[in-house]
């Protein structure tokens, strides 16, 4: 455990590489021009992801949204307020992309082109933009004009059924739609395009839909049902909560630890650190047995507080960690060491990632001053 002069020195240090980083960018993406249409959801977190790596990423919104320097989402981005119904604004608004290098928008299909800004016309001033689309349904099919969240968007893939209780499916958060399915697919998109086009001098539209991305995420469960390891059940294969050795459980305290032990190495450790010593657990694989000894892990791991079972497994390969609120994981000993967390305007939250070992990723603030007019977008 780190005390606490030291945590709050690794913090400071988190703190001045991310609010020092306000002048030009750093990052793999420095020197690259985005334009960012204003949405909600997985469009800023993939637009903030390539602000932190450095591309210039500019915001256009409506008139009188303000910026909010406390968006996490939202962080190192220039705004543009804007009425896009103005054609001299969407003139304005072709001059700028003509010297950009990606689009990104996630508006319902067809509106780009009601305004004027769909790929032909954009692509036809500037050949060589990455034209980034982000919806739920995609650009095309029977749902494509139907409005979606997340949950929808997972739940014709095969995720939102296989994740939850023997009762019912539990919705995941937003994170295997929106931002994993969503956002995380988007970046992976413009990015190989962005390559593509260094090379032909050509850009292209990516078209980035939830429902593609989460039926993708899905791809390691159809293998493992084709070769006959996973079952469509819910809580009946070993990594949707069936299996004893890879779940939740509750501790004395009412606090929560996640063991994940299934290589026989590390179910051994876990026997051995628990003293798990019953022979039924000898039957690590047996299905029929794993209700039945997960009833007495219960038991086990209820004997005991979550602080007490962290002294005792924390950092073994027995795969355990403790279930830790948002508030708890910026304060905890590894995620503090690797300034996995930062303060931004008295606000904590993640840190840039993934890492570049030579240029290295940050949150940067535009200027003030940068924040105008569409002429003055790529001020430096």
């Known amino acids: 455990m780190l005390d606490q002069s030291a945590q709050k020195s690794a913090q400071k240090s988190a703190q001045d590489k991310s609010e020092g980083s306000s002048g030009r960018a750093s990052g793999p993406l420095a020197g690259f021009r985005i334009v960012e249409f204003a949405g909600i959801g997985p469009g800023p977190f993939a637009c903030m992801m390539l602000a932190d790596m450095g591309a210039d990423v500019v915001t256009l919104d409506r008139v009188g949204a303000k910026k909010s320097m406390k968006s996490v989402a939202g962080r190192g981005r220039k705004l543009i307020e804007l009425d896009l119904k103005d054609k001299g604004a969407i003139a304005e608004v072709l001059d700028l992309l003509a010297s950009a290098d990606a689009l990104i928008e996630g508006f319902r299909p067809g509106v ?69 399915g969503g956002a995380l697919y988007l970046v992976v998109g413009v990015l190989a395009a962005l390559l593509e086009a260094q090379k032909s001098g050509k850009g292209q539209v990516v078209d980035a839909a939830m429902c593609d991305g989460a039926a993708s995420l899905m791809s390691f469960f159809f293998d493992m049902t084709t070769i006959g390891r996973w079952t469509e059940e819910r809580n009946q294969n070993f990594l949707d909560g069936g299996a004893h ?99 931004r305007h008295g606000v904590k939250q993640p840190a840039p990632a993934p890492r570049f070992s030579r240029t290295p990723s940050a949150v940067r603030e535009p200027e003030a001053a940068e924040i105008t007019a569409v002429t003055k977008a790529w001020k430096r």
């Not at 790929?119 to 139907?146: C, F, H, I, S």
């Not at 179910?267 to 794993?290: P, S």
């Not at 791991?301 to 355990?320: A, N, P, Q, Y």
């Open 245 to 343: 050795f890879y779940g939740v459980y509750e501790c004395a305290c009412g606090h929560f630890i996640s063991i994940g032990s299934i290589e026989p190495q590390f179910y051994a450790l876990l026997r051995e650190h628990a003293g798990l010593t019953d022979a039924d657990f000898d039957a690590q694989m047996d299905r029929k047995a794993w209700p039945a000894l997960k009833e007495k892990l219960k038991a086990v791991f209820k004997s005991k507080t979550r602080e007490d079972w962290c002294r005792i497994m924390e950092g073994t390969d027995i795969c355990f960690a403790p279930v830790l609120t948002m508030s708890e994981a910026t304060q905890h000993p590894h995620m503090v060491a690797r300034n996995v967390f930062i303060e």
């Open 112 to 180: 780009m082109e009601r305004l004027g800004l769909g790929p032909d016309v954009v692509l036809a001033r500037n050949p060589k933009l990455v034209y980034g689309r982000m919806t739920g349904w995609g650009q095309e099919g029977p749902l494509a004009n139907a409005a979606g969240h997340d949950i929808n968007y997972i739940s014709i893939t095969g995720a939102l059924a296989a994740i939850g209780t023997k009762e019912a499916p539990v919705p995941p958060l937003n994170l295997v739609g929106d931002f994993g």
